[in-house]
């Protein structure tokens, strides 16, 4: 019965599929429907437009420059979404961001990753977790569960986090299990533009 649910919320539009573009859409979230890792929400953008949207293990949710579960946001909090609208289900949140309006100055001992949507899109259509089987100061291969390793070249501003925080390279190693956006460059090479290991800081 919750997946009849979950796949009902999916495909009901609410009659407005074809209103919210694709591309990153500030609004507020309502009605939240969580089954498992993934789910939908109401999204209500700036015009009051209104679209149900999934999201699933590999939406990215940032709320004071910290990654946070759905829970964390409330109906009353602006939020900026990165849309992607996809055949199969409609509306596809890849992140979910709070509108910072007046943020606090960064802590130049502990920094923090800017925010997700900043210099993401339309880069890193590629979304996969991994493990990391060569590292060099250029490349790094992955290698997930389904597919062979590849080659991925490191750009100089592939962003890296560990444990929510920004870290860099020389905190990576070999064998670890890493949650990657990458693309491809014009010349068709595979880039990473974000790595992320290690914990991630729940909800409040």
Known sequence: MRWVLFAAFVLSPLGAEDQLPSGIV???????????????FLLTDEVGRVLRCAFDARTWFESL???????AFTPQDPVEVL??????????????????????????????????????????????AAVVTELTAEVVVLRTRTEAARR???????????NGV??????????QRVFVRAGKSVE??????QMIWGGILPGK
Do not use: M, W
């Open 26 to 40: 500030r609004g507020k979230i309502t009605e939240p429907v969580t089954v498992g890792l993934g789910g939908t």
């Open 65 to 71: 420059r910290v990654r946070v579960s759905l829970e």
């Open 83 to 128: 849309v992607d609208r996809q055949p199969e289900r409609g509306c596809y949140a890849r992140t979910v961001r709070l509108a910072e309006p007046n943020a606090p100055a960064t802590n130049s001992r502990r920094p923090v990753y800017r925010s997700v949507t900043e210099h993401l899109y339309p880069r890193g259509e590629l979304v996969f």
């Open 152 to 162: 991925f070249r490191l750009r100089p501003d592939t962003r890296f986090l560990e």
């Open 166 to 175: 920004v870290s860099e390279r020389a905190n990576l190693s070999v064998n």
């Open 188 to 193: 068709g090479a595979l880039e990473v533009y």
